[in-house]
């Protein structure tokens, strides 16, 4: 399949690299200069620096060839004109559209007329907030999600080989702005962590954690052994 995604920021830069794990082609269409420049030496697929609300920049994203276009950037308008202008290009693409208020998710799946250029809306944020209030009523984490702008709830896994593997929370010196929230062993048996806990040598642990120290927190948890 190949994907174009507008938006490289951390959700964009996440998809493509899903994607690409799953041996699909992606093209990632982005207007900060740095971050395309920063996000060509991380991806596979092509970057391009451009305004995806411009159909020039579609076509050089070869909009016209591509399955799925997904609209990721945290900004709603652009992400709901750039969803109508790929499927006018190309009227058999897949569209998903990211919406941050989550009253305009309610609007574009209930009006009919716009249906036919949004396949798939997805909000983060009202996703989030039902994601934690289950979470507290009732256990079980399945999925890494990207709450609203500010912080957001990941998954690692953790395997013999990993470095964090038998410590205790407290050895692992987690930034202050990060919290181990839920820790599975590899039975799947729920352990609500203090600072005492040791991690299991496989499972998967959750963690609730400002943006700005998710590369510190990624650091950590996907350090191996042999490199300590």
């Keep these: ?40 030496l991380l991806i596979n697929g092509l970057v391009i620096e451009g305004d995806a609300t411009d159909p ?51 609007i574009f799946e209930q009006v009919q007329d716009l249906k036919k250029y949004f396949n798939f809306i997805i ?43 038998g410590k205790s929370v407290k050895e692992l010196n987690l930034p202050k702005d990060s919290l181990i929230v839920a820790i599975y062993d590899k039975k799947g048996s729920l352990i609500i962590p203090s600072g005492d806990t040791r991690l299991p040598d496989r499972g998967s642990l959750i963690i609730f954690a400002k943006t700005g120290v998710l590369d510190s927190i990624k650091e950590i948890f996907e350090r191996k052994k042999s490199s300590e």
Aim: proline content about 4%; charged content about 25%; aromatic content about 6%.
């Design 123 to 165: 909000s983060p944020e009202e996703i989030a907030a039902e994601y934690i209030s289950r979470s507290i009523t009732s256990p079980g984490f399945d999925r890494v999600l990207f709450p609203k702008e500010g912080a957001e709830i990941v998954r690692f896994e953790i395997t013999p080989e990993s470095w964090v593997a």
């Design 56 to 106: 020039k920049t579609l076509e050089d994203a070869n909009i016209k060839q591509a399955d799925a276009f997904a609209a990721l950037t945290g900004k709603d308008d652009a992400n709901i004109l750039a969803c109508i202008l790929a499927k006018n290009l190309n009227p058999e693409i897949y569209t998903a559209l990211r919406v941050s208020n989550p009253k305009n998710k309610r």
């Design 1 to 40: 399949m190949f994907v174009v995604i507008m938006g490289a920021g951390r959700v964009g830069y996440l998809v493509a690299k899903l994607l690409e794990s799953e041996g699909h082609d992606v093209t990632v269409i982005e207007q900060n200069s740095e971050r395309a420049q920063e996000l060509s």
